[in-house]
């Protein structure tokens, strides 16, 4: 890792855990702490000096909920935009908000931890988005119709909802589903053909055939035939 000298070096190194520096640290990613009060939240802000540039959000807010039940008070409310679990008990609760459960089985498969399992969701009319968590740290696929083909072998999902999941629903929990995830009037022409006799053969395929042609707003950017 690498730390900060002109905090710590006169500090022992014995004493480093208890340091101020702990919770008020510094460092040149893209945000920056600006507030932490103990058991309730983190809050953090974009750093302007950041090497590659401004980070898109001006801040993130880490909450610390202490009870299920506050939890979902948030979740109904909208205090809550991204949560990493949540108890059975409460996915109804989720589905009412219209909360997108996001699935990552590139990360399950990568880092070997069990895959969610879809149906608890798909039983409460909880809409289910796939994803692929790029990330050198937790899942290096960045092939969005194999880790389809992955969410519907492990997790349980079936066609519809994983052609959904990684269109019209997807597209909604970034919040584009009114011109994102569809081809209808007034959307973007975002769309990739293969061929493929039926929607099961693309699924079946694993991402192992690239697509005949790419088209983005309306303007087709890639084809097989150049």
Not at 118 to 139: E, F, Q, T, W
Not at 196 to 210: A, I, K, Q, V
């Amino acid at each position: 890792a690498i730390l900060p000298k002109h905090l710590l070096e006169k500090l022992p190194s014995a004493e480093w855990k208890s340091a101020e520096f702990n919770r008020k640290p510094v460092g040149n990613g893209p945000y920056k702490l600006k507030e932490w009060k103990a058991q309730q939240y983190i809050e953090l802000e974009a750093n302007p000096k950041y090497y590659r540039g401004r980070p898109p959000l001006d801040r993130i807010i880490f909450k610390i909920v202490p009870d299920q039940e506050n939890l979902a008070i948030q979740i109904g409310s909208g205090e809550i935009d991204f949560l990493e679990s949540l108890p059975p008990k409460l996915y109804k609760k989720m589905a009412a908000a219209n909360v997108v459960a996001v699935l990552l089985p590139g990360t399950a498969l990568y880092t070997k931890i069990p895959y969610t399992k879809a149906r608890p969701y798909m039983d409460v009319g909880c809409p289910i988005a796939i994803a692929s968590d790029y990330n050198p740290g937790s899942c290096m696929i960045g092939n969005l119709p194999f880790l389809a083909a992955t969410a519907a072998l492990h997790c349980g999902l079936d066609l519809p909802h994983t052609l959904a999941g990684i269109t019209w629903v997807a597209a909604s929990s970034l919040g584009l589903s009114h011109c994102k995830g569809a081809l209808a009037i007034g959307h973007d022409a975002d769309l990739v053909i293969y061929d493929f006799p039926s929607p099961e053969h693309w699924l079946w395929d694993m991402g192992g055939t690239p697509p005949r042609e790419v088209w983005v707003r309306g303007e087709r950017v890639s084809s097989v035939d150049g």
